[in-house]
C-alpha cells in the first residue's frame, strides 16, 4: 500500500511503495527478451486504459501498474517497441492529462528514456503523477517568483527560439548539458498552453531527444510547474555520487555556452 511519509529532520515527503519492488528491472538488472506490456497487440497486459489516440493506436495512457502513489498514468506514446519520441499528439496529450488532475496539490508531468536515466521498460512512454502535496524542489523554485519573474528576463545560451519558446542551455546548470524550454507567455503549466504553442513545443521537444540522444541513449525530462513553468531537460552523461546526494550541491563540468553551441550544430 502506497503512502506518504515525512523526514524526520527536514519534514520532507517521502513516497512509500514498496510494491514497486516488483516491476521490471527495478533495482538495474539488465533488460531481457520477456514480452513487453506496451507493444500494439498486447494491450491486455496493463491496466484498462484511460485515453487511446487513434484506431489502430497511436498513443495510448494507462494506469501505471505499479504506481508510487494513486492515480499514477504511464502515457505510451507508440505501438512500436523500436519507436522514438515524434509524434506531436503526445504533447497534446500531456496536456489533456495535465488538465484532468486540476485538482491535485502538483503534478508531475516527465520522461525517464533509458535505464541511466531510470526506465524499467525500453519502450518510449512518459509518467505523470498527481501528488497530494508539494514538493521542496518546487515550493523552494516558486520563493524566487514573489518579487518578479526570473523566467521572463533575457536568457544566455539560446539554442533556439520560436514564436513561443525559447529552449537555452542555463547559465548555472547542475548537468552537463542541461536544458531549459521556456514559454514566452507567463503559464503555469502545460494545461494553459493553446494548440498552436503545444504544437511548437512538440516540435521543440522532437529536436531535444535528437540531440541528446547524440550524447548518450539515455535522457531526462520534466515540466516544472512554477509560476512561470519550464521543461528541464539533460542527457544522463555523469553520475550522481556522495557530494551530489550527501549535499545537493552540483559539480558541472560542461560550459552552458559549449552545450548550446554543439546543441545549435
Not at 519520441?85 to 503526445?90: A, H, K, L, V, Y
Not at 526506465?119 to 514573489?146: D, G, K, N, T, W
Not at 519558446?165 to 546548470?173: G, M, Q, R, V
Request: some cysteine; glycine content about 4%; charged content about 25%.
Amino acid at each position: 500500500m502506497t503512502s506518504v511519509r515525512r523526514n524526520p529532520l527536514t519534514g520532507d515527503p517521502i513516497l512509500f511503495a514498496p510494491e514497486r519492488a516488483a516491476r521490471p528491472h527495478a533495482f538495474g538488472d539488465e533488460e531481457d527478451d520477456a514480452r513487453c506490456p506496451f507493444c500494439a497487440g498486447h494491450e491486455e497486459d496493463t491496466p484498462p486504459e484511460i485515453l487511446r489516440v487513434g484506431n489502430p493506436w497511436r498513443v495510448r495512457v494507462v494506469p501505471n501498474k505499479y504506481p508510487p502513489i494513486a492515480g499514477a498514468e504511464v502515457i505510451i506514446e507508440s505501438p512500436r517497441h523500436d519507436a522514438q519520441f515524434d509524434n506531436p499528439e503526445i504533447v497534446h496529450v500531456y496536456a489533456q492529462r495535465h488538465r484532468a488532475h486540476a485538482d491535485a496539490a502538483y503534478v508531475a508531468l516527465f520522461k525517464n528514456e533509458g535505464a541511466r536515466a531510470g526506465s524499467s521498460i525500453a519502450h518510449v512512454h512518459s509518467q505523470l503523477i498527481p501528488l497530494p502535496f508539494v514538493p521542496p524542489r518546487i515550493e523552494h523554485e516558486r520563493a524566487a517568483f514573489a518579487n518578479a519573474c526570473p523566467l521572463c528576463e533575457a536568457q544566455p545560451n539560446v539554442i533556439r527560439e520560436t514564436r513561443a519558446f525559447t529552449w537555452f542551455a542555463p547559465h548555472a546548470s547542475s548537468m552537463a548539458y542541461q536544458q531549459w524550454i521556456v514559454p514566452k507567455r507567463h503559464a503555469a503549466s502545460i494545461g494553459e498552453l493553446h494548440d498552436a504553442e503545444l504544437d511548437e513545443l512538440a516540435t521543440l521537444l522532437r529536436d531535444a531527444s535528437r540531440a541528446m540522444r547524440s550524447l548518450s541513449d539515455a535522457y531526462n525530462w520534466m515540466f516544472v510547474n512554477t509560476p512561470h513553468f519550464y521543461i528541464d531537460l539533460f542527457p544522463r552523461m555523469t553520475t550522481l555520487a556522495g557530494l551530489e546526494l550527501g549535499t545537493g550541491t552540483f559539480v558541472e563540468i560542461i560550459d552552458p555556452a559549449a552545450a548550446a553551441e554543439r546543441f545549435r550544430s
